[in-house]
């Protein structure tokens, strides 16, 4: 409720304003000034608003019609619980190595800059049935994990290196996964502290790429790919 002072200067405003002969364009706007001396930003925002740019009988129950029928305290709220969604960060995540066999990793995750993967990956063939067909599911597929990941002094390519000569020997014999998987972990979530999700698989390598260019002045980055070695839990 208005107090003596703001009703002196509705009364004021209220008697002034015929008397000085101002224009439809101006005294329509009084409402608006009524508002902004009782506090009434709210209000005084959807006055001027709808003065400015029109009033649309779509929009009768007190919404503006450049916030699409809504008022500002609709608005506010829309925006306020948008907000306060702690949705999870693109750049907020975090890479765990662990080795089964006897091979230690390397600090992947402090030179890592890029990780993707297919989370979930299912194969499906199709079965005719006169002119239509339907989805018969053949299994899960690996998962395929690529990281992107800067070196020092060759500790990545090195520690790759390793785990090919022992998945494929020299003398044309294999290793047996124990010897060359990884266990790996994928956490990614929002700023709040245990927020998030993650995930682990057992990986073997696949692939170590390298791309040089004198044409660029940057660091060395290495593409790094795994495959998912089973569904069974057998490492």
């Known amino acids: 409720m208005a107090n003596i002072f703001e009703r002196l200067a509705f009364q004021g405003l209220g008697s002034i304003t015929p008397k000085l002969g101002l224009s439809s364009s101006l005294l329509k706007y009084t409402s608006t000034a009524r508002n902004l001396l009782s506090g009434n930003l709210s209000g005084a925002a959807?006055?001027?608003m709808d003065n400015k740019f029109g009033r649309n009988n779509t929009f009768s129950e007190g919404g503006n019609i450049i916030l699409a029928g809504q008022s500002w305290d609709t608005v506010i709220q829309m925006f306020e619980e948008a907000s306060s969604?702690?949705?999870?960060?693109?750049?907020?995540w975090h890479v765990a190595v662990d080795p089964v066999g006897k091979v230690s990793a390397?600090?992947?995750n402090l030179l890592a800059t890029e990780v993707s993967f297919n989370s979930?990956?299912?194969?499906y063939e199709p079965i005719k049935i006169g002119s239509g067909f339907t989805q018969a599911p053949t299994g899960?597929?690996?998962t395929e994990l690529r990281l992107v990941c800067y070196d020092v002094d060759g500790e990545i390519q090195t520690w790759m290196g390793r785990?090919?000569?022992?998945?494929a020997h020299p003398d044309g014999t294999f290793g047996v996964p124990s010897d060359y998987a990884n266990t790996i972990t994928v956490t990614h979530g929002a700023v709040e502290e245990g927020k998030g999700y993650s995930k682990s698989w057992v990986l073997l390598p696949v692939s170590c790429e390298?791309?040089?260019s004198r044409s660029t002045d940057e660091f060395t980055a290495l593409?790094?790919?795994f495959t998912q070695h089973d569904t069974f839990g057998g490492l």
Request: proline fraction near 6%; avoid cysteine.
């Open 46 to 48: 959807n006055s001027w």
């Open 85 to 92: 969604v702690k949705r999870e960060r693109a750049n907020l």
């Open 106 to 108: 390397p600090r992947v």
């Open 120 to 123: 979930v990956q299912l194969g």
């Open 140 to 142: 899960a597929e690996p």
């Open 163 to 167: 785990l090919a000569m022992l998945a």
């Open 210 to 212: 390298v791309n040089l």
């Open 223 to 225: 593409n790094l790919s």
